[in-house]
């Protein structure tokens, strides 16, 4: 392993481990020093990879960001229709467990709110990826549209939005109420939306 591939694997690891400790504690709750603790990577090291906390917080969610949409356009691009693939991706938010869901794993849920008065540039990175996945979902929205999986919707960008909000929605719900209804019930109302004969 070359000098550069082995700093980008323990950059890398700083990231997921980095990613893991703020889901459960928050970003302002998790420390340099347990990150780096749990990362395995001396606490001089820090400053090498990331020039401050907040770097690393956009480093983070950047990283957050292009996993998240890789996954989008891996199920986006799988043979079946627009509306089949959509509503995999709606069912990916609540998962076979509540623990595997894409609810459970979100830092839109976990972090809109305590880095939108905390960071600028990490609140443009997250608000970015979201427009980014709206626009993706709106342009499936438009394809069930052309092949007849998923009612015409006037405004695909404007209802990718409303979908995407309630989902949100449901998500910080579920986690206050420990429960998936929430997100179960945003999954029915989706249906009752987007297909002609929901089932």
Known sequence: ??????????????????RELVLRGGFTGVGLSQILKESGVPKGSFY????????????LLEDYVAEYLAGFDALAETPASAGARLAAYWDGWLGEAASDGIASRCLVVKLAAEIADLSEDMRRVLDEGVGDLIARVAALLSEGAEDGSILVQPEPEATAASLYAQWLGAAILSKLSQTDTPLRQARADTTRRLFRNPS
């Open 1 to 18: 392993m070359t000098e550069q591939s082995k700093s980008e694997a323990t950059r890398q690891k700083i990231l997921s481990t980095g």
């Open 48 to 59: 090498y990879y990331f020039s401050s906390k907040e770097a690393f917080g956009c480093a």
